[in-house]
């Protein structure tokens, strides 16, 4: 894209330079949209300000919270205790459509707009190379579908662009999304069974028979 063009810069996400520029709009406390294998994302710095700056593109409930996209379990246990539920669907279907919700390792402060105020924390570890790679290079990277908070979600850089305009530095392309529908939400407290808490691009029968619940469709 023309520098001088409006609009966000779309780079390929497989040009040489497409991670360093994102990493570096990244630590500016950016908005960068990244594609995942479910749809694209708008992805920041877990930091209050880009966190902010993140909500205000997506005109989104601060109390929603935002999930992180992470390269490996470990990041994960670095900020959230991982239930032996957890773990068994992690190992079941990561990488991949499944966000995990656990809770807060004890004593750790997060920002509240990554929280949404509450002890727990969203996390995924995508199927995918490009968000993988920025959050081994930066740490686990705070992530949202890429759409106005009540529209459809972008599947495609052209419909990001088109859908976030401005609000977006850069856009890694990687040309349409695989599946097309975000991922499914499972809660996993310390105690007790996990819950599905949005169904998505796993069933919810799926998920029971990971972890062994019955399932009453």
């Avoid at 707009?113 to 705070?142: C, F």
């Amino acid at each position: 894209m023309d520098a001088a063009a409006p609009g966000p810069a779309i780079v390929a996400a497989g040009a040489p330079d497409a991670l360093h520029r994102a990493a570096a709009a990244l630590r500016a406390g950016l908005v960068v949209g990244v594609p995942t294998e479910t749809v694209y994302g708008l992805a920041v710095l877990p930091h209050r300000d880009a966190l902010e700056r993140l909500l205000v593109a997506k005109r989104r409930s601060p109390d929603k919270g935002v999930a992180l996209l992470v390269d490996s379990l470990d990041q994960v246990r670095a900020l959230a205790e991982v239930p032996a539920s957890a773990a068994r669907l992690a190992a079941r279907f990561w990488p991949g459509a499944l966000t995990l919700v656990l809770p807060v390792r004890p004593a750790l402060e997060l920002p509240a707009l990554l929280t949404g105020g509450r002890p727990t924390l969203g996390v995924r570890l995508p199927d995918h190379a490009v968000p993988r790679a920025l959050a081994r290079l930066l740490g686990p990277i705070a992530t949202s579908s890429a759409n106005i908070s009540g529209a459809p979600d972008a599947t495609t850089a052209a419909q990001l662009a088109a859908s976030l305009g401005d609000a977006v530095a850069l856009i890694l392309d990687d040309g349409p999304v695989r599946g097309g529908v975000p991922s499914t939400v499972v809660g996993c407290p310390a105690d007790g069974p996990p819950a599905v808490l949005r169904e998505g691009a796993l069933s919810a029968a799926a998920i029971a028979a990971a972890s062994r619940l019955d399932y009453q469709p």
